[in-house]
């Protein structure tokens, strides 16, 4: 029986072991030592301080360390005691089935390229359904099945989106987990799909927020509308993010691991304001049901969902159309479009672009033939 160790970001470290309550026992000796639910393991700083105790209360039994933590730590690769590391082996993937083990390789693979805990979870499940179809599918040559499998997909009405996304999480996967190289295996992603996004008018979205009573509701959904957060980004947020004197608000780490600035309403920070003075969060500023964690994305959508039933709007958008929306009415209110990328943080200037398509500033200048004729 051994303990694993490997890193879960650059202050933190996951702690794994078989189920023992000698050695449960000892890791709660720990100082700032707390358990992840949903990864089974414990979590303990990554310090010289914490290693030391770990080591100490652990000293005699096999230490498991993913290799990339014992090439940084210095403490861990000079360690006399039995320390052996974790390599990442490749697995083969013609003789593999779907099981814990390939799970876990996918997802240490993952997390070590520092994808998003969503995006790990989508490409885990799309590799989940891609392994019950290759089980049918045995006779199909390696080298055919991520194309017999896409073409399958757009068979059954999948979005372009979707096979997209199912394609790169499994070509991560036969390449980062497997070890295939790319040309021993062909497919063709289907052609990115232009779709214009949903947006609420600027009518729409007040009545939305006149509809929510609830303090915490309310804060939640003015910081999304005006400062066009992501819904990933305003279940994260704590207070020190905002900064009523510059009127600015920090999102840290949001898509693509990259903080960023965007503006911070005054009536948005009021009603923070107002939500902090009677709730006091203390971590997160938006906290859930589950101590120490925030509110999650589905509650937030929720929240969204039922303001929209109660301000009677039967447009179809979500909780990402606030976003969209604040992009747009800054276009339409004549702020840059450059402005507008850096607030939402698009890395290209093609990706806000896309809002000049649904601002109606000048469209609502043309006149229709039919009103002309009509009028006349």
């Not at 992840?36 to 414990?42: K, N, R, Y």
């Not at 290693?51 to 100490?56: A, E, F, I, P, W």
């Not at 509308?225 to 990933?232: C, D, H, K, Q, T």
């Not at 949001?254 to 969060?281: C, N």
Request: glycine share 4%.
């Amino acid at each position: 029986m051994k303990i694993q160790l490997r890193k879960k970001n650059d202050i933190e470290l996951f702690v794994q072991f078989p189920y023992r309550e000698d050695w449960i026992a000892r890791i709660r000796e720990m100082t700032f030592r707390k358990w992840h639910p949903e990864e089974q393991a414990w979590v303990i700083p990554y310090s010289t301080g914490s290693l030391n105790q770990l080591l100490k209360l652990f000293e005699g039994i096999p230490l498991m360390v993913e290799d990339t933590l014992l090439e940084e730590c210095d403490l861990l690769s000079e360690h006399e005691l039995d320390v052996v590391p974790i390599h990442l082996e490749t697995i083969d993937f013609e003789q593999s089935s779907w099981s814990i083990a390939v799970k876990r390789q996918l997802s240490i693979r993952l997390k070590l390229k520092g994808y998003s805990r969503q995006t790990m979870r989508t490409y885990i499940s799309h590799l989940e359904r891609f392994y019950r179809f290759y089980e049918t599918c045995r006779e199909v040559p390696v080298h055919d099945l991520l194309l017999v499998y896409s073409n399958k997909l757009v068979g059954e009405g999948r979005s372009h989106a979707y096979v997209n996304q199912a394609i790169s999480a499994i070509k991560f996967h036969l390449e980062k987990v497997c070890g295939l190289l790319e040309g021993n295996f062909s497919y063709i992603r289907p052609k990115k799909q232009h779709k214009l996004p949903n947006v609420l008018s600027v009518g729409d979205v007040k009545r939305l927020l006149d509809s929510v009573q609830n303090l915490k509701h309310r804060a939640i959904l003015l910081l999304t509308y005006s400062s066009g957060l992501r819904v990933s980004e305003v279940v994260k947020l704590q207070l020190r993010d905002l900064d009523q004197e510059r009127r600015t608000l920090h999102v840290r780490q949001g898509k693509g691991r990259k903080d960023r600035l965007t503006v911070l309403s005054e009536h948005a920070f009021a009603a923070v304001q107002l939500y902090v003075s009677r709730y006091k969060p203390e971590r997160w500023l938006f906290p859930g049901q589950h101590d120490g964690r925030s509110i999650t994305e589905r509650s937030v959508q929720k929240i969204f969902e039922k303001a929209l039933v109660d301000a009677k709007i039967v447009k179809d958008v979500s909780l990402h159309s606030l976003r969209h929306s604040f992009a747009t009415h800054l276009l339409e209110g004549g702020i840059d479009i450059r402005y507008i990328q850096e607030l939402l943080g698009h890395r290209n200037v093609q990706t806000t672009e896309i809002y000049t398509h649904v601002a109606v500033k000048n469209i609502k200048n043309i006149k229709s033939p039919l009103d002309t004729m009509l009028d006349g």
